[in-house]
């Protein structure tokens, strides 16, 4: 499997508070992204990063922001968490090899709770 | 991102042979299809991919016709541990960078004795 490793596994926290996720890899590739998984939704992109310090926003990016400073790390932030924010949260890494599309692989999730 | 549209479940018995259909009609030039696994608590699992006509591995085929407008996942002999939810996506090639992936809801697939 590939090495990605996403810290907390899980956290309960309370309305108001900042929260951060963090996604480590060792796989040294170029792309990083955080989804949110709800039932009924599946899995949808927050944002997602194409390199150190280039971030871009998905398609539920309000009331997140994200961070990579090392190729390795990808924070997910939540400046003051809601409920609605109440969900399990996935990493995933991806890396173009020879201009072709390589499939993402992903972490085993955060679950986060906010009360 | 080009949607995509599959059976939210499907039932089986070990040893069938399980087809699961995509449909993806707005599929751009540089769109590639992916199929992913996922078990409960687990992150989902890439399973195959493919660009057009037929692609195998080891755990599955994958048909895609010439307008490629749909996709087919054929699972050969499922077992109990087939059972999971089974994502079709479409997401950009080379051109777009990296995959912006769009997600379903998936296909639950349970296999029964």
């Known amino acids: 499997d590939a090495g990605i490793t996403q810290s907390p596994r899980h956290k309960v926290t309370e309305t108001g508070t900042p929260v951060t996720l963090r996604c480590h890899q060792t796989?040294?590739?170029?792309?990083m992204y955080w989804y949110r998984q709800d039932p009924g939704h599946g899995l949808r992109l927050i944002h997602y990063?194409?390199?150190?310090?280039?971030?871009d926003k998905g398609e539920v990016s309000d009331g997140y922001s994200v961070s990579r400073s090392k190729t390795e790390d990808f924070l997910l932030t939540l400046e003051s968490a809601t409920s609605s924010q109440t969900s399990v949260y996935f990493c995933?890494?991806?890396?173009?090899?020879?201009?072709?599309?390589?499939?993402?692989?992903f972490g085993d999730g955060t679950r986060l709770s906010i009360l | 991102l080009a949607k995509t549209t599959q059976p939210i479940s499907m039932d089986s018995y070990e040893g069938q042979e399980v087809n699961i259909t995509c449909s993806h009609n707005?599929?751009?030039?540089?769109?590639?299809i992916t199929w992913y696994q996922q078990f409960p608590s687990q992150g989902p699992r890439f399973i195959i991919q493919g660009y057009k006509t037929k692609v195998t591995n080891e755990v599955a085929s994958l048909f895609i016709p010439a307008d490629r407008k749909s996709s087919t996942l054929s699972l050969p002999r499922v077992s109990l541990s087939d059972t999971a939810v089974y994502y079709c996506?479409?997401?950009?090639?080379?051109?777009?960078?990296?995959?912006?992936?769009?997600f379903g809801t998936g296909t639950q697939l349970k296999v029964e004795l």
């Open positions: 996506l479409v997401g950009r090639g080379p051109t777009g960078g990296g995959n912006k992936l769009t």
């Open positions: 990063s194409y390199g150190v310090k280039d971030t």
């Open positions: 796989e040294n590739h170029r792309y």
């Open positions: 707005n599929i751009a030039t540089n769109d590639y």
């Open positions: 995933a890494i991806g890396e173009m090899k020879d201009a072709n599309n390589q499939p993402q692989h």
